[in-house]
């Protein structure tokens, strides 16, 4: 992959007629170092955020050795490139083929569940081992999250007691595990989560041996700024201790977008500017899905040599390459009022779930790969004392 000392660097240099990928692995590892030293357990990677083989090394460099992959094909992804490392197959639905290479290919031994049906095809196709560690994926509010996850996977009320007491008969280690929602917003969120989990477990009258309180670590955009993270860490600690239904259970979380968010970012070309609207090379079938379908500002900056004028700020609207009406982006996006055709703005804050989701239709799609050696935007892992994180960084203009 092609390497630049920053974006506009790499636009100076070659001036791309395609949107860039632009990865940053020092960010993503400085994420992961926080996460490793400051979170009291485990910290499993969530491959789905950002699968990009140089941001996985980027974790490991940090300590990370724990994977949430969800489908085969991360599996095989983590497996070959970190043979060592230990893969939770954290997807509740599974296939049976999947479960089966899984388990005898790659020797994935962590498996969630969360019906009772998804406990038996799991029994069944592992040939009832004994060396099942079994996470049953328990339903939590997700009130506090800019993306609500919680209709979709979970089991609640009876049905979880019932799989709970299910699991523990087969499991050689028995976990629980919630999601609070992706770009979740009050760290109290996990607190409240456990509690009920707590009272789930007591009802069941089984032994816990994990807890996973999932991912939903927030990242600062614009207009969106959250709580520093300790106050995440301490809210889970907290209310770890406090779980009265557990013995020497240990502690995991599944962070994915607070790792690798600011480990990438997208140089795109302005194709056509309407007015307060401006036409990108790449939009919301591609690295910018969030922003056209998930309501995220993104920080963007114009990309031009140093020396001019500076120019005012304005708000601006932006519209992807293809000929879909829904590929459009509300924003506000605020860049400098003269912005026009042929210009490079690079959007910041991509580096989860931007590249991961971009796709190929209406024949769009295609992609430069860049590493940057700068830093990103603003860094939450960037605070001026090495062991503090007292502040999210702001939007830089």
Not at 36 to 47: I, K, M, Q, S, T
Request: proline share 7%; charged share 25%; hydrophobic share 45%.
């Amino acid at each position: 992959m092609e390497r630049h000392t920053s974006a506009l660097a790499l636009v100076l240099a070659s001036k791309p007629d395609l949107p860039v990928h632009c990865v940053r692995p020092h960010a993503a590892e400085k994420a992961a170092d926080w996460f490793v030293r400051r979170f009291p357990g485990d910290v499993l990677y969530a491959v789905k955020a950002n699968p990009h083989p140089a941001v996985i090394d980027a974790v490991c460099r940090a300590g990370v050795s724990w994977f949430d992959v969800a489908s085969l094909p991360e599996i095989k992804l983590v497996a070959e490139r970190r043979p060592e490392a230990t893969l939770a197959f954290m997807h509740p639905v599974k296939s049976r083929a999947a479960i089966r290479a899984a388990y005898f290919e790659y020797g994935v031994r962590i498996f969630a569940v969360d019906t009772a049906e998804e406990l038996a095809k799991l029994l069944a196709e592992t040939d009832n081992a004994k060396d099942l560690h079994i996470i049953v994926r328990l339903a939590v509010a997700s009130d506090y999250a800019q993306h609500k996850l919680e209709r979709k996977f979970g089991a609640e009320g009876a049905e979880a007691v019932l799989l709970l007491r299910e699991a523990r008969r087969a499991a050689e280690e028995l976990g629980v595990s919630f999601h609070v929602g992706s770009q979740c917003m009050r760290p109290d969120a996990w607190r409240l989560a456990m509690t009920a989990v707590g009272s789930t477990i007591r009802k069941a009258g089984v032994t816990v041996d994990i807890v996973d309180v999932g991912g939903g670590f927030p990242c600062a955009y614009p207009g969106l700024t959250p709580p520093p993270m300790e106050d995440y860490v301490r809210e889970i600690e907290t209310a770890f201790e406090a779980m009265p239904v557990l013995e020497n259970a240990d502690l995991w979380c599944e962070p994915g977008r607070a790792l690798c968010a600011e480990a990438g970012s997208h140089v795109v070309r302005v194709e056509l500017r309407k007015r307060d609207a401006l036409y990108l090379n790449d939009g919301g079938y591609g690295a910018l899905f969030d922003a056209a379908h998930g309501g995220l500002v993104f920080p963007a900056r114009l990309l031009r040599e140093a020396g001019g004028p500076r120019r005012p700020l304005a708000p601006f609207r932006l519209y992807g390459p293809t000929c879909d009406s829904i590929d459009a982006m509300a924003g506000p996006f605020m860049l400098p009022a003269d912005v026009s055709e042929g210009d490079y703005i690079e959007i910041g804050q991509t580096g989860a779930y931007g590249a991961a989701l971009a796709g190929g239709f209406n024949g769009f799609g295609v992609y430069r790969e860049a590493v940057l050696e700068d830093a990103p935007f603003a860094s939450a892992y960037a605070a001026p004392q090495a062991d503090s994180l007292s502040a999210y960084g702001q939007h830089i203009d």
